[in-house]
């Protein structure tokens, strides 16, 4: 599989992720506007690929010309939990007096990076989850979908997968559809169909079930912002999973890059967690699925207190909080 997202022909190229699994649909996005949009509407999605988006955008914003630096806050606010957007356009921001072809090096750069900085972290993952599990083959855990789908192109803890898989260690994978979107069900599970790695589907609800049924060795996710105390923010229902894991003795691992890591904040209280459109719980396919007027709570994200996590690791190894 081609980059999830990357530059061709003056055009930041992304994977439409809000077309998969029924068509594997590709996207040129020519103005920063397009860009905006599609991280709305998560055509592209996931931590470390919106870095990468957000280092592109520079680039495009400074090719086009304009202020670039008010393109470039507007791109930066378009998902407020994920912190790699806005370090993605940090980064190419600190080349632009540099003229345009450096902010453009500077972003194809981060992509070649964010592939290498995710296999490493997912090989210091894989170690760690093989000494905390003595069983093999493994029954692996994974909520929302955080594999190459949600970085450029390699994956974080669905990495982990890839390098226990190539060593015939993973028995199968049991896949969180994690609603509302369905990111596990429609983008995880088509990319371990591809890649020949045994799994099955089920509902968010079914993992403390799976649990306590000993059908699960580990639980397996990305992060979208990690504070320095290592309170995890990542998709909404990983709070509760890491609680049934921790009631039924389950390893919880989360793997990311270290961009992902933000300093600033001491603990996860100040992690900014995105409302998502009320329309996403209300309709299924455009076709109203609740009573006219129903109040909704759709949080994209939660965050998870470090002590409930086994282990935040990132291309450097173990975090220590």
């Known amino acids: ?108 750069a981060l992509l070649t990076e964010d592939e290498e900085l995710n296999k490493t972290a997912s090989r210091h993952a894989a170690e760690i989850v093989l000494a905390e599990c003595p069983r093999r083959p493994l029954r692996l855990l994974s909520h929302c979908n955080a594999g190459r789908l949600a970085t450029v192109g390699w994956g974080s803890a669905l990495g982990v997968v890839w390098h226990l898989h190539e060593r015939g260690l993973v028995e199968e994978v049991l896949v969180d559809e994690t609603r509302p979107l369905l990111q596990g069900a429609r983008l995880t599970a088509w990319e371990l169909a591809q890649a020949a790695v045994p799994y ?64 600033t904040l001491a603990d996860g209280t100040g992690i900014a967690i995105e409302e998502r459109d009320a329309r996403e719980l209300t309709e299924y396919a455009g076709v109203p699925i609740t009573p006219p007027g129903a109040g909704v709570f759709n949080p994209a994200f939660d965050v998870t207190p470090h002590e409930l996590v086994t282990a935040v690791v990132t291309e450097h190894g173990r975090f220590t909080p």
């Open 200 to 263: 099955r589907v089920q509902p968010d609800s079914a993992a403390a079930a799976a649990m306590a049924r000993g059908l699960v060795d580990c639980v397996l996710v990305g992060a979208d912002r990690i504070a320095a105390n290592g309170d995890v923010a990542n998709k909404i229902g990983t709070y509760g999973l890491a609680i049934a894991a921790r009631h039924h003795g389950v390893p919880f691992v989360v793997v990311a890059p270290s961009s992902t890591v933000d300093s």
């Open 1 to 108: 599989m081609r980059r999830t997202i990357d530059w061709a022909d003056g055009a930041i190229v992304i994977v439409d992720q809000t077309a998969l699994p029924a068509e594997y649909r590709l996207l040129e996005l020519r103005t920063v506007g397009e860009l905006v949009d599609a991280v709305k509407r998560l055509a592209v999605r996931g931590a470390p690929a919106l870095g990468a988006a957000g280092a592109l955008g520079v680039a495009l914003a400074a090719r086009c010309g304009g202020d670039v630096r008010g393109a470039a806050a507007v791109l930066a606010r378009a998902r407020p939990t994920a912190v790699n957007l806005a370090w993605g356009v940090g980064r190419a921001l600190a080349k632009l007096d540099e003229g345009a072809d450096a902010v453009l090096a500077e972003a194809l």
